[in-house]
């Protein structure tokens, strides 16, 4: 007679699969739609881009540096802004100082630091492609919520996104 | 005299800028909050994920295809699961297969088809990593909402997922 099978059955011994808090339908439904509408939505918003030849990457590194004091910024703090690792981020810029959108510089002051400086032409680039952005995502995104749902999301997103970015910030 | 600045600001000619729906400074709260999320919670997610030397992109390929029947797909519909070009995709699934936890395989009724195939490696892979990848995603993100603020959130972003896969299918 098996025993063990006999125990288990009377007083189910925790299996290791039974211990993982597996998320409900309702959570699934949840995180599927959210990892959907995000994946979905940079596909979107990149193709929309297309036109322009910008990369999504590269939009973001434009509006970014436009709002930085004279147009530039620290490689460093740069990286840290768009929640990149330093090595690609290096890549990306050496892709957009070949298409004349950024420059990099020395910092005067610290002779290790590289700056990363927006262009004339990248600057140009930012202001004519801002206004086609912004309407692919109100037409994809924003403008598919109703004002209260907007600010639902925002009142729950933005204690996740200080959550997270304190992780980062530790890493 | 300047008829043309008189003009001007007597009835101002529409501007390309001011024609622009910017967004909001409410709208912008929220769209910022759900791209930060988005971008920190896959680098947390990931990060998660490398004591088990796997890509969020290897687990994600990992889990479609313990989901499909006989645990295979074929590449294209992969693909389209995934959301992702199918060169793209050929890449991963190469670095997956030498790492052994995929098979390509030709499609015996299609000579020039193939499907991508979980190995028992594969499946274990998968078995091994879900719980502790179920808690990450508890841990940073579904367990920082209330049932309602879940229930909100999906009922808001299904129909937007809805409209994004449309576009997706007829590109």
Redesign the interface.
Same mark, same amino acid.
């Given at each position: 007679m098996d025993t063990h099978t006999i125990d288990t059955a009377d007083t189910p011994e925790p299996q290791?699969?039974e211990?993982?808090?597996?998320?409900t339908a309702?959570?699934q439904?949840?995180?599927r739609?959210?990892l959907?509408?995000?994946?979905?939505?940079? $596909?979107?918003l990149s193709?929309e881009l297309q036109p322009h030849s910008l990369a999504i990457n590269d939009y973001e590194i434009l509006v970014v540096l436009s709002e930085a004091p004279d147009h530039r910024m620290r490689m460093t703090d740069l990286a840290t802004a768009t929640?990149q690792s330093k090595s690609r981020l290096s890549h990306q810029i050496t892709r957009m100082e070949n298409a004349g959108l950024v420059l990099r510089q020395e910092c005067p002051n610290d002779r290790r630091g590289l700056y990363a400086h927006l262009t004339e032409q990248g600057w140009e680039t930012m202001?004519r492609v801002?206004?086609d952005h912004?309407?692919s995502?109100?037409a994809?995104?924003?403008d598919?919520?109703t004002?209260e749902?907007?600010?639902?999301? $925002?009142e729950?997103?933005?204690?996740?996104?200080d959550?997270?970015?304190g992780?980062?910030g530790r890493?």
């Amino acid at each position: 007679m098996d025993t063990h099978t006999i125990d288990t059955a009377d007083t189910p011994e925790p299996q290791p699969e039974e211990d993982t808090p597996w998320l409900t339908a309702r959570e699934q439904r949840m995180w599927r739609a959210h990892l959907e509408v995000a994946k979905l939505l940079e $596909y979107q918003l990149s193709r929309e881009l297309q036109p322009h030849s910008l990369a999504i990457n590269d939009y973001e590194i434009l509006v970014v540096l436009s709002e930085a004091p004279d147009h530039r910024m620290r490689m460093t703090d740069l990286a840290t802004a768009t929640l990149q690792s330093k090595s690609r981020l290096s890549h990306q810029i050496t892709r957009m100082e070949n298409a004349g959108l950024v420059l990099r510089q020395e910092c005067p002051n610290d002779r290790r630091g590289l700056y990363a400086h927006l262009t004339e032409q990248g600057w140009e680039t930012m202001q004519r492609v801002a206004p086609d952005h912004v309407r692919s995502v109100r037409a994809h995104f924003i403008d598919r919520f109703t004002p209260e749902q907007l600010d639902a999301i $925002y009142e729950a997103l933005a204690p996740v996104a200080d959550h997270l970015r304190g992780l980062r910030g530790r890493s």
